[in-house]
């Protein structure tokens, strides 16, 4: 079955300290997977996704099929981070995206 | 370029009456998803359009919820009755291709009390 895990509902960084989200799928076999965030009072919106191997806004993601996992990484934290980040998963046989449960990122000032 | 476009913002209901919500995808966007978002949870998918035509719609509620998208366009979702744990925030989502991400609408908040 598809799922996402994502084992931390909250986590809290100080400003300028390394920060990681972790999230965990289970799918056997290729999946696309996406990171999107929700800042406050704001619409759910796409971060990044693999198969682009891109940084945006200083994250990254790098997906690790062996652990079946997409963590996603920002080596110094900004305040602005401050939002809900969702993993999520796509097959490339269908179209359903499944998401994470969401882990809420707090930056301390 | 325009967003997904979704009313209304917020709903509140009494347990047993009637609600629908409507979306209208970004122009040109052959794919449109509605989720359920229960408060602390992530988006769980309800119904896929591609055009007008059903995809997936195996996990909607069949008995209480239903949805259309006449004319490959905009689309509606209706419950029919509603439940307290209908209360949540129902997302729209549309995508240009089936290897694009989505482009969400900002949701209906729903409260049934």
């Known amino acids: 079955a598809q799922r996402v895990t994502q084992p931390e509902k909250l986590l809290s960084v100080f400003k300028g300290a390394p920060v990681e989200l972790k999230c965990n799928y289970s799918y056997s076999g290729s999946p696309e997977l996406f990171w999107y965030v929700q800042y406050s009072r704001q619409r759910l919106q796409l971060l990044l996704r693999?198969?682009s191997r891109e940084s945006i806004k200083g994250f990254t993601a790098d997906l690790n099929k062996g652990e079946t996992s997409f963590h996603l990484k920002k080596p110094f934290a900004q305040e602005e981070d401050s939002a809900m980040y969702y993993c999520?998963?796509?097959?490339?046989?269908?179209?359903?995206?499944?998401f994470g449960p969401g882990t809420s990122l707090s930056v301390i000032p | 370029e325009a967003g997904v476009a979704q009313s209304p913002r917020y709903k509140i209901i009494e347990k047993r009456q009637s609600v629908a919500f409507w979306c209208n995808p970004i122009?040109?966007?052959?794919?449109l998803y509605w989720y359920q978002q229960i408060l602390g949870q992530g988006p769980k998918l309800l119904i896929q359009?591609?055009?007008?035509?059903?995809?997936?719609d195996s996990q909607l509620p069949k008995d209480r919820f239903s949805a259309e998208r006449l004319k490959g366009v905009d689309s509606t979702l209706k419950i029919q009755p509603a439940k307290l744990e209908d209360s949540a925030v129902y997302l729209c989502?549309?995508?240009?291709?089936?290897?694009?991400?989505?482009?969400f609408g900002s949701g209906t908040r729903l409260t049934v009390v």
């Open positions: 989502a549309s995508s240009l291709t089936r290897t694009a991400g989505y482009t």
């Open positions: 359009f591609q055009n007008n035509g059903v995809v997936d």
């Open positions: 999520a998963l796509k097959s490339t046989s269908y179209d359903k995206v499944i």
């Open positions: 122009s040109g966007h052959a794919t």
């Open positions: 693999h198969i």
